[in-house]
């Protein structure tokens, strides 16, 4: 995709109380991470118990659901740990200075 497709939706201020954010972009609520420097882009719901992820806690590159502990990790959306079983949608994203910039299309 070219740069045009890249979306900002986010800045690096907005972790500062946490390393995972709730954003609507696209009509779209997605979790963003911060690990290590490098974000990375989830779908916001856990697809075994609907919680919000971003309620959730980051350890290393996965998050942990909130409300059955189920685990995904954050940089592909793949189900690591039960009871989650199904993969979440991921987006690719980026820093572009201080700004979180997702590919949506």
Known sequence: MSDAAWTPVAGLADFAASDAI????AGKEIAIYLVDGAVFATANR????????CDG??????????????????RSGAATG??????????PARLAGDRVELQLG
Do not use: N
Not at 46 to 53: E, F, I, P, S, V
């Open 22 to 25: 709730a954003v609507v972009a």
């Open 46 to 53: 856990c697809t075994h118990g609907d919680a919000r992820l």
């Open 57 to 74: 806690w980051v350890e290393g590159h996965e998050i942990e659901c909130p409300l059955h502990q189920g685990r995904f990790d954050v």
């Open 82 to 91: 039960a009871p989650a079983e199904v993969a979440l949608a991921s987006y």
